[in-house]
């Protein structure tokens, strides 16, 4: 768990300057190894967990990149296997735990093989006693806030050729300037912020990823213009309550603020953000959407638990008649846009009303989608000393009752699409279009299977689709003419 150190703000040059003489040292020892192997250096990066996962990922890639690796596309022919782990449920972190545990028998076949475990799960002190008992050829792990100093934990693992443990330290300082390898270059992550404050009673996230912090908009938004003129079509503001943008920042621009500028940058691309606490949804976040096509059509909501005694005890600072309201007020304003959500299912002491208030809320809002989840103890949170009652199987009995009703509302959301011609960015390369099937989404970020000519390039282009026919994953449809 991280410690509660002030927040510095600004960019730590020191530590961008100190991280540049590592990245020579490591180059020199990689170039070192290259000679004596007659092969380039590998490495390979696995994400589990979120977006902001995903986003680290690209960082810790794009890093291992600029220090000499080359990007290997198998596991197993790498010589730097990096996870980036997750911590938010224990489901998450017994695969993480479990994949690593496999590669025990790929080191055994490469000395050369350095094994490096990131992220959330490792910010926690428990998790690295299992790692230093249990996992002897994991030879570094490195916290949340690590991302900048990839260079020096190497060069200490291969200069002192021991095992090095990197936990988060307290220090959030924003570090920019951190080389990227992005996964796509028509869909790109572009964090704003970092941490949370809003301790919700059940998550983990706050104590492995520390306070929330902004990044400065001028450093946002030269990234926006970067992936813009990059050919990026579809950008994701990404933070873990976006709507506190800019909190303690002190330069008077809040997260509608932000959107609106990217929006109104030149160039044809979609913008979305995720993740907004519905206790910060500001009339003006919903003015900028309405008044800006380019922002997306979707808007990701978590309710988490339709009872408002359940989202008191989760801390949640809203009650369902509050989210009711910011559902009709974005409905009232952006008609066509498309919600989604996440929802705990058994929360301790969730009771068969708390529940069917869920299920009510569910009925009400008609979600285009629902990440649902069964509650899981997290490690130090205050949901996890709360008593709880309810048994695995009627959690799990309640889970199944929840998708069976957002599947019956989703068919009918779906079927409202058929034959209607909508705008989708096309996400198939022309090298796997020779079957004259394609994909792509649309604004509402629904996933869309079309057909067209086969062989023609449609990939990055945003196309006219006439839907069909509707499943409750996706929508079917052709080509329009262009
Ligand atoms: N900051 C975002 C996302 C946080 S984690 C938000 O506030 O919405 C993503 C989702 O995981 C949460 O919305 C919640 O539904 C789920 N989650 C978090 N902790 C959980 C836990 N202990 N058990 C089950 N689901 C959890
Ligand atoms: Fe977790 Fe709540 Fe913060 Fe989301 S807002 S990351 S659920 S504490």
């Excluded at 449920?89 to 993480?96: C, G, N």
């Excluded at 009627?394 to 069976?404: C, N, S, Y």
Aim: glycine share 8%; with cysteine.
């Amino acid at each position: 768990m991280t410690k509660n150190k002030t927040n510095t703000l600004c960019e730590n040059t020191a530590d961008i300057n100190n991280q540049k003489k590592y990245a020579d040292r490591v180059r020199a020892l990689l170039l070192e190894k290259e000679a004596r192997l007659g092969r380039k250096m590998s490495v390979y990066v696995q994400t589990f967990g979120c977006q902001q996962n995903e986003a680290d990922s690209e960082r810790i890639l794009g890093s291992a990149i600029s220090l000499g690796y080359v990007q290997s596309e198998k596991l197993e022919d790498a010589d730097l296997i990096i996870y980036n782990t997750c911590a938010v449920r224990e489901h998450a972190e017994l695969k993480a735990l479990s994949k690593t545990g496999q590669l025990k028998h790929i080191k055994s076949k490469n000395p050369e093989l350095l094994v490096g475990l990131w992220g959330c799960m490792v910010n926690q002190e428990h998790r690295v006693d299992d790692i230093k008992n249990k996992y002897p050829y994991v030879d570094f792990v490195a916290g949340t806030n690590m991302l900048h100093r990839l260079p020096e934990i190497l060069c200490d693992v291969m200069e002192n050729h021991r095992r090095r443990y990197y936990v988060d330290d307290g220090d959030y300082s924003i570090v920019e300037g951190v080389p990227v390898k992005r996964e796509s270059d028509i869909k790109g992550w572009l964090s704003i912020m970092y941490g949370c404050d809003n301790f919700c009673t059940y998550c983990v996230v706050p104590h492995v990823r520390g306070r929330e912090r902004s990044r400065r908009p001028e450093d946002v938004l030269s990234e926006a213009k970067e992936l813009i003129d990059g050919g990026c079509r579809d950008i994701t503001l990404l933070g873990q309550n976006v709507n506190s943008y800019g909190k303690g920042l002190d330069c008077g621009i809040g997260f509608a603020d932000l959107l609106e500028s990217i929006a109104k940058m030149d160039g044809d691309f979609w913008l979305r953000f995720m993740t907004s606490h519905p206790k910060d949804v500001s009339d003006e976040l919903i003015r900028v959407i309405k008044e800006n096509e380019k922002v997306a059509r979707h808007f990701h909501l978590p309710v988490q638990s339709g009872s408002n005694g359940i989202l008191r005890r989760m801390n949640r600072k809203y009650t369902r008649e509050d989210y009711l309201g910011v559902v009709e007020k974005l409905r009232r304003a952006v008609p066509d846009i498309t919600l989604t959500t996440d929802i705990i299912v058994g929360f301790p002491g969730e009771t068969e009303e708390d529940f069917e208030q869920t299920l009510d809320i569910v009925r009400i809002v008609g979600f285009d989608s629902i990440y649902s989840f069964i509650y899981s103890p997290r490690h130090g949170t205050p949901a996890a000393s709360m008593e709880d009652k309810v048994t695995y199987e009627e959690k799990t009995e309640r889970f199944a009752r929840l998708m069976e009703l957002h599947h019956e509302k989703i068919v009918e959301i779906n079927n409202g699409y058929v034959g209607k011609t909508i705008k989708v960015l096309c996400e198939t390369p022309a090298n796997e279009s020779d079957r004259g099937e394609y994909g792509g989404r649309c604004t509402g970020n629904k996933l869309i299977k079309f057909t067209a000519e086969p062989g023609t390039d449609l990939y990055g282009k945003f196309v006219d689709v006439e839907i069909t026919r509707a499943g409750d994953v996706q929508l079917y449809g052709e080509l329009r003419k262009q």
